[in-house]
């Protein structure tokens, strides 16, 4: 029973520290693509001529950044993919064991 | 005319030959509810970009930048960009917390009944405002395309999709919108291809014609969206509010794991993101080759002008290739609006069958077999009701609906769902409070609004997420605070912060 009930502090000490982990990637990727595309439809709203500047023959900077917000979107996608298979699973395992009453 | 009921006849015909297949594996609730948990992640990516493909995306974005340019392209980007949410903070948590609906991690997280009615409430009125509009348009739709009435038509799309559901569960609606999104993408590829070769495979061109063409405003933001916190509302209702949509955080309880269900989300990225952003192209060669007037003769707002361009590109009015591409890509529209409406019913019927009924009024005390049994009844139920409402709702403006779906997910569901991960003094008061600020203001704000109200309107905005979002979580927080510690509830959140980010339950 005490054996069981230091493994499960164990595993929840495990789990912070997979949040603060968790938290120190998805904080700065969040914000990453709130500013990208909450910023993208402020300009739209309230700079409506910066977006018409002529960027590639009669492509305006508005096209290039929708472009931007896709390739944004598809590079954190892969990004967290790794990030998650990398730092998050081991750790997601490792409470998994403790849980279990075999973790060291 | 002929040609699309042909194609849709076979496309029909495959969808019930799998809900046959899909009848015959469906016997427990978990086969039911969550095809057993057992999809790959390929699979559930192409099922999540059937789910996510309306028929508002998949003809009503490129109408909408054929009609006013960009505009329609952020309407494109948004529910790429939603998915970033949904990867960094939805979809795994679903997988390890909960089994079959947003009622159940609710229920885990609180324990409590007022909370898990809150969770029911959510869903049900996101649901039904998302699936009444659908019935509508299909029935526009099939009218449209094949000249059926539109009420033959709405009961049409009613019946075959109870069938699918009350019969094949989620296994079959899995595999309906499997086909769907193959059928989409390879209408979309084709379509793409044959709209570059016309350019000389220089997209720039496409944007250069139409300058040439409706001048340089009509590359500009602000044609559709003319206020400009509506664009910003607009964006914010994207992010957020597609997290919250309870038919899309179903799909996550597919997949054995959080591993899956994360690379699940990848794959709809990518299948549905290169979709939308074909759209844009899409909408721009439209305005160029068919040309904005017939665009608006054929439907004022603009939601025929893909079947046209596949037309033009297939040889034009009268030839069979025009008439070939046109009666695919009609076709494919017709199985994108049942693929949806099935899958929103199946997440009705386990709001009101899994969490109400067997849950909140027999307390969990029903036998799996049984409860099986009433979910299928629940699904016949709601697709009634929803012919129903989509006979009613003929000529009736049913955009606010769309709007409010969107709204109520942005500003209820969401902000409870979070703060039940993320806060450990979050409770049940909390819930109620998010729950009713959220779905209030939302209907509010909604229906003295100009989509409702037109010209009288009380309130500038047709999109209110901007100001119901916040308001939303100003009640989940208030509430929390009002209804005062619960010592029970925050000691048990270690063990539930263990499930949510293992998906481990410790006993």
Not at chain 2, 271 to 278: D, E, I, M, N, Y
Request: aromatic residues 10%; glycine residues 10%; contains cysteine.
């Amino acid at each position: 029973m005490t054996r069981n009930g230091t493994s499960i502090e164990a595993a929840h000490a495990t789990v912070r520290q997979l949040i603060a982990e968790k938290l120190s990637y998805l904080v700065p990727m969040a914000v990453i693509f709130m500013v990208g595309y909450i910023g993208l439809t402020i300009l739209a709203g309230f700079a409506k001529d910066l977006m018409g500047t002529k960027v590639i023959g009669s492509v305006n900077l508005g096209f290039v950044l929708i472009a931007f917000n896709y390739l944004m979107s598809w590079v954190l996608a892969i990004i967290y993919g790794r990030i998650a298979a990398g730092k998050f699973d081991p750790l997601a395992t490792r409470a998994a064991l403790e849980v279990a009453g075999r973790g060291n | 005319m002929s040609l699309t009921l042909a194609i849709f006849t076979v496309i029909l015909l495959i969808t019930l030959g799998i809900t046959y297949w899909a009848a015959k594996r469906t016997s427990t609730t978990a086969d039911f509810y969550a095809a057993d948990s057992q999809l790959t992640a390929a699979q559930n990516g192409f099922a999540l970009a059937g789910d996510w493909c309306s028929a508002a995306a998949f003809l009503g974005f490129t109408g909408l930048t054929a009609l006013f340019g960009m505009d329609g392209a952020f309407y494109a980007l948004g529910p790429l960009v939603a998915f970033c949410t949904v990867l960094f903070l939805i979809a795994e948590p679903m997988r390890n917390t909960g089994r079959y609906t947003l009622g159940d991690i609710i229920r885990s997280r609180m324990q409590t009944r007022a909370s898990l009615l809150a969770a029911i409430v959510g869903t049900v009125v996101v649901n039904f405002a998302y699936l009444m509009p659908q019935m509508a348009g299909a029935g526009a739709l099939v009218r449209l395309l094949t000249g059926i009435s539109y009420d033959w038509a709405v009961i049409f799309v009613g019946v075959s999709m109870i069938i699918y559901v009350a019969f094949g569960g989620m296994l079959a609606t899995t595999w309906v919108q499997i086909v769907k999104a193959v059928l989409m993408l390879s209408a979309g590829a084709i379509i793409l291809v044959m709209v570059l070769s016309l350019v000389h495979f220089n997209p720039l061109t496409l944007f250069a014609d139409a300058e040439q063409k409706y001048g340089a405003k009509y590359l500009l933001p602000g044609n559709y969206l003319k206020i400009p916190f509506d664009q910003i509302s607009l964006g914010l209702g994207y992010v957020l509010g597609l997290a919250g949509l309870p038919h899309v955080m179903t799909r996550f309880y597919t997949v054995p794991d959080a591993r899956t269900a994360r690379r699940s989300v990848v794959w709809v990225m990518f299948l549905a993101g290169s979709f939308f952003a074909g759209t844009t192209l899409f909408g721009l060669a439209a305005a160029n080759f068919v040309g904005q007037d017939a665009i608006r003769v054929a439907d004022k707002g603009g939601n025929l002008t893909l079947p046209l361009l596949a037309q033009y590109l297939g040889g034009g009015k009268g030839t069979f290739g025009g008439d070939l591409m046109l009666g695919f890509v009609a076709a494919v529209a017709v199985a994108t609006i049942l693929a949806v409406v099935s899958a929103l019913t199946l997440s009705t019927s386990g709001a009101i069958a899994h969490d109400f009924y067997v849950n909140w009024v027999k307390r969990g005390q029903v036998d799996g077999r049984q409860e099986v049994w009433i979910a299928r009844v629940a699904a016949v139920v709601i697709g009634v009701l929803a012919i129903a409402l989509g006979i009613l709702a003929q000529g009736v403006n049913v955009a606010v609906l769309v709007i409010l779906a969107i709204c109520v997910a942005a500003s209820a569901n969401f902000p409870v769902l979070i703060l039940s991960l993320f806060w450990r003094r979050f409770n049940t008061g909390g819930v109620v409070g998010g729950m009713t600020v959220g779905l209030s203001s939302s209907v509010v704000l909604a229906m003295i609004g100009p989509a409702m109200r037109g010209a009288d309107a009380l309130w500038p905005l047709v999109n209110p997420t901007v100001v119901s979002l916040p308001l939303g979580f100003l009640g989940a927080v208030l509430g929390t605070l009002m209804w005062g510690r619960d010592a029970e509830n925050e000691q048990r959140f270690d063990a539930f912060l263990l499930q949510v980010h293992t998906g481990v339950t410790p006993k």
